[in-house]
């Protein structure tokens, strides 16, 4: 059982930027690709990025709506994955939260697909 504990969500104004932090407890975090979704009130959860269990050399992979702007990395020592947002505009606010998926399946933008999930950090952005 892998537990996700998400941070560095924030009030920023537009053209600002932000880390989020992921840190996992509770398993084995290199044997899981990790990925960012985003979901606001009544809304699904939008897939936002994903990075493989292999580490940074490793794919990542983005929304077409975040891509060139965030930036996913992860670092294996420490039990953490990542989200850079720069660039931030209003449409990116909403709750960020991690999820962790079996390190060989397939890349996936799908929240079915994710097993562990953390709890997310709010992200507003003002214009």
């Known amino acids: 059982q892998v537990q996700l504990v998400e941070s560095g969500g924030g009030l920023v104004q537009a053209g600002a930027s932000l880390r989020l932090s992921c840190t996992a407890s509770?398993?084995?975090?290199?044997?899981?690709?990790m990925g960012w979704f985003r979901q606001n009130s009544g809304q699904d959860r939008e897939w936002v990025s994903d990075i493989s269990w292999v580490g940074n050399g490793g794919p990542k992979y983005y929304a077409e709506s975040v891509k060139g702007r965030f930036t996913i990395s992860r670092d294996n020592a420490k039990n953490t994955v990542y989200l850079q947002m720069d660039g931030l505009k209003p449409e990116d606010t909403a709750v960020y939260l991690c999820?962790?998926?079996?390190?060989?399946?397939?890349?996936?933008?799908?929240?079915?697909?994710?097993?562990?999930w953390g709890q997310g950090t709010q992200v507003t952005v003002s214009s």
């Open positions: 509770g398993g084995t975090f290199a044997n899981h690709a």
């Open positions: 999820a962790a998926r079996a390190a060989l399946s397939a890349p996936s933008r799908f929240a079915r697909d994710y097993t562990f």
